[in-house]
């Protein structure tokens, strides 16, 4: 079966930074998305990787190796905004999103 | 670019009586859209893919005649749940992909969602 793994909640401190980490076994891949939710909100768009290795945008950036099945989304300089969902979310061979459960990212002063 | 809207943010009905959901793309043609349902700390469940002017695809579990999806138009789709019932309450968030946005065409961007309570 296809399979999205993610830790279910992280704790981190303002200021800090925190990696959330993806794996995965999907019938085929065709890329790997991050999206950010907020609680009582829609999801937001934050990173796309099909080729392995690190994509950076700001404060976050993202890591895929295909090799591995594993990803990771890595948040620099936490600020208290970004407590939320992180969901990970895999394109298989039919173009289908798999989604994974989310890792609730709590933040700390 | 890609925004999607939903209309309304907040239903409140009795049960029994049916809802009507709109997602609209804003500034795009969304050739696709989907619907999800979303209970309290549980993630996204798929519900359907919609195409513009064809049946929409419904997701195992799922029963297509109680959640109606019409994709009328390349702007708007519908998403109606007939005869409500309180385990029907739920977020219902739909989204839609955006070829031609510049980001990568299986992207897709989501409305804010539609919080129901069926009493």
């Known amino acids: 079966g296809q399979n999205i793994d993610q830790p279910t909640e992280m704790t981190a401190t303002e200021g800090a930074i925190v990696q959330i980490n993806c794996t995965y076994q999907t019938s085929g891949f065709n890329g790997l998305f991050w999206y950010q939710q907020h609680a009582g909100e829609a999801p937001t768009f934050l990173s796309y990787n099909v080729l392995d290795g690190l994509e950076e945008k700001g404060r976050f950036s993202s890591f895929l190796s295909r090799s591995k099945g594993y990803s990771y989304l890595l948040l620099k300089e936490l600020q208290m905004k970004d407590s939320a969902s992180y969901l990970c979310a895999v394109l298989d061979s039919n173009y289908q999103l798999i989604w994974g459960a989310g890792t609730k990212l709590i933040i700390k002063p | 670019g890609a925004v999607v809207s939903q209309h309304p943010s907040w239903v409140i009905c009795k049960s029994g009586t049916s809802v009507k959901i709109e997602c609209r793309s804003l500034d795009f043609q969304a050739t696709t859209m989907f619907w999800y349902r979303q209970f309290p700390k549980q993630s996204l469940m798929l519900m359907a893919t919609s195409n513009e002017g064809s049946k929409a695809t419904y997701e195992q579990g799922v029963e297509k005649d109680k959640f109606l999806i019409n994709h009328a138009s390349l702007t708007l789709s519908t998403l109606t749940v007939t005869s409500a019932h309180p385990e029907d309450s739920s977020f219902y968030i739909c989204?839609?992909?955006?070829?031609?946005?510049?980001?990568?065409?299986?992207?897709?961007?989501f409305g804010p969602g539609t919080r129901l309570l069926v009493l």
């Open positions: 989204s839609a992909t955006c070829p031609g946005c510049g980001s990568q065409e299986e992207t897709q961007y």
